[in-house]
Structures are given as structure tokens and as C-alpha cells.
């Protein structure tokens, strides 16, 4: 049974670690292949890729892609892309876009209930200017003492209905697969269960994902309960989606699942990765 991870992030994104060192990290807890996925950026593919081989480590190109449906935020994974897509890269970098702005907002919200200048503090967090998200205000919060750790801040500040939320419009579901096709790669849902949806709006979103030609979505992943690893297998049985398995992991501090250490995907299904 190969040990496979098809999502994790590094500082490119909003993760802590550099590429080089989410890759070590990788090939010490014994992954067999691995896929580095940061939130809309490509940046840490080269490097990834450079330090995958290096261990002797089975490496794939991805991305998360932000997307948003029926007003909801949902993430898409790319995995065997082409980093260099000219459609691709443009898109990304759209997309990218409309952050610093929101970043702003968010800080504007955060002083106006007594946390004045969260975009400097969020701003130490980050890697990448070009990707200032949530997590790093997340961080900044709990850098300074407002909350004990990142899971008490999303419940208390910058998701909807708290202070520090600002509606964002991302790229459109149809954007996302055709980016990820079009790069030669395979569109995935991430962490299906996290989505606030009636079972309704998921029918709706699955069978137009599907026409769009997504083909997997994740099942076993470090957003899934136990219970929705077994729900979600019989989604992907379902609709003919192909299973993906992922730790999601951002920092050794702060992810709940490391790399690597998740439950195998149940055998009925068929893996994303079964052709590769
Ligand atoms: P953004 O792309 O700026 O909206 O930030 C989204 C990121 O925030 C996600 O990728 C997670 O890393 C983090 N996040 C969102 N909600 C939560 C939560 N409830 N608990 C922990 N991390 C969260
Ligand atoms: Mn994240
Ligand atoms: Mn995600
Ligand atoms: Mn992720």
C-alpha cells in the first residue's frame, strides 16, 4: 500500500515551512508520493521539485485553487499540471489578485473592535506578499495573546458573522478545471466535507464539476473525520470520481495530521493516482 499525500502547503502559501523543508518532512514520515499544493501560487513547485529529487522522493506538480460557487468559498487541487501553462499562470496570478486589498479591509474591521494594526503584524507572517491570507492574520492574532491558537481564532474572528470577515469573489469553478485541464492535470475537490452545502447543492456542484471533467475528489484527508472518510468513499463511488488522499498539513505547531500519517483510502475506490 504506497504511503501517498496530495496536499500540504509551505510558506509559499500559508504554510511555515520552506518547500525544501515540507519535502524532508515528507520523505521522513515515509511518503511515497507527494504533491505540494499551495493556495493559488505555483512559486514553490521549482523548488519543491528540485528538493523531491534530491531525496529520491516520487514527486507531482499541484495547486489549491480558490474558487467560488453558489456564493460559498471551495478549494480545487490540480495535480499533475504543468507549472508553466501560460492560461494557467495568468489565471493564478488574477486570482492573487484581489488579496492585498481584502487584506486591508479585514485589518479595518480587526481595529475597529480593538485590534489595530493586524496588516503590519499578519504581514511578518508571510513568505509571499503576493498571498497574504487568513492564516497569517490567524497567526498575528495568536502572536499577540487574543486568542490561544489558529482553531480559536477562525472560531472567533474572520470567518462569516465575525469581525476580520470580508466576502472575497475568487475564480469561478469552471476557471479552475479549465486552468487545471488545460495544464494537463487532473481537477480534484478538497475536503468536500467542509463545505456548508444541502445535499442538494452538492448534487448540483458534483455533477457540474463532473461535466466540467473534474474526475476525483478527496476522501481521506486531514479535514475528514473518520466518519466522512466512509461518506465520501461512497460519493466517489457514486459519481465515478477517482479517491484522493491528503494530510493537508501546514506547520508542525499547528496542523492536527502530519504528513504522511493518514489512514489508507478505503480499497474499493480507485486512486488518483492509479494511472500514474
Ligand atoms: P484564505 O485563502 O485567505 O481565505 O485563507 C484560508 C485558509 O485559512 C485555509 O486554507 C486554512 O489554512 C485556514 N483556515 C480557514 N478556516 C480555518 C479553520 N476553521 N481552522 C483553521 N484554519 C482555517
Ligand atoms: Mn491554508
Ligand atoms: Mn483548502
Ligand atoms: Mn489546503
Given amino acids: 500500500m504506497l504511503n501517498v499525500d496530495l496536499h500540504c502547503h509551505s510558506n509559499v502559501s500559508d504554510g511555515t515551512l520552506t518547500p525544501a523543508a515540507v519535502a524532508a518532512r515528507a520523505k521522513a514520515n515515509g511518503v511515497d508520493i507527494w504533491a505540494l499544493t499551495d493556495h493559488d501560487e505555483i512559486g514553490g513547485i521549482a523548488a519543491a521539485r528540485a528538493a523531491a529529487a534530491e531525496l529520491g522522493l516520487p514527486y507531482v506538480a499541484g495547486v489549491e485553487i480558490s474558487i467560488t460557487w453558489a456564493a460559498q468559498t ?48 499578519a504581514l511578518k507572517h508571510v513568505g509571499n506578499p503576493d498571498l497574504i491570507s487568513r492564516t497569517h492574520f490567524a497567526r498575528y492574532l495568536v502572536e499577540i495573546g487574543r486568542c490561544a491558537d489558529t482553531s480559536e481564532v477562525f472560531r472567533n474572528f474572520l470567518t462569516e458573522g465575525n469581525p476580520g470577515y470580508v466576502p472575497h469573489r475568487w475564480a469561478s469553478l469552471e476557471q479552475s478545471v479549465r486552468w487545471i485541464r488545460g ?24 455533477n457540474e464539476f463532473k461535466q466540467l471533467g473534474g474526475s476525483a475528489i478527496e476522501v481521506v484527508t486531514g479535514s475528514h ?7 465520501y468513499a461512497k460519493v466517489a463511488a457514486d459519481y465515478g470520481f477517482l479517491a484522493s488522499r491528503g494530510s493537508d498539513f501546514h506547520s508542525p505547531s499547528e496542523s492536527r495530521v502530519d504528513l504522511g500519517t493518514l489512514p489508507p483510502l478505503p480499497a474499493s475506490l480507485t486512486p488518483v493516482w492509479h494511472n500514474w
Fill in 225 to 231: 473525520t473518520p466518519d466522512q472518510y466512509g461518506y
Fill in 74 to 121: 471551495i478549494h480545487i487541487v490540480g495535480l499533475q499540471i504543468d507549472e508553466t501553462n501560460a492560461e494557467l499562470v495568468q489565471g493564478l496570478a488574477a486570482t492573487r489578485g484581489g488579496r492585498e486589498r481584502r487584506a486591508h479591509e479585514m485589518a479595518e474591521q480587526l481595529a475597529a473592535v480593538g485590534i489595530p494594526g493586524a496588516f503590519e503584524g
Fill in 183 to 206: 495544464a494537463g492535470g487532473v481537477a480534484v475537490v478538497a475536503h468536500p466535507g467542509r463545505y456548508k452545502l444541502s445535499d442538494l447543492a452538492f448534487d448540483a456542484f458534483f
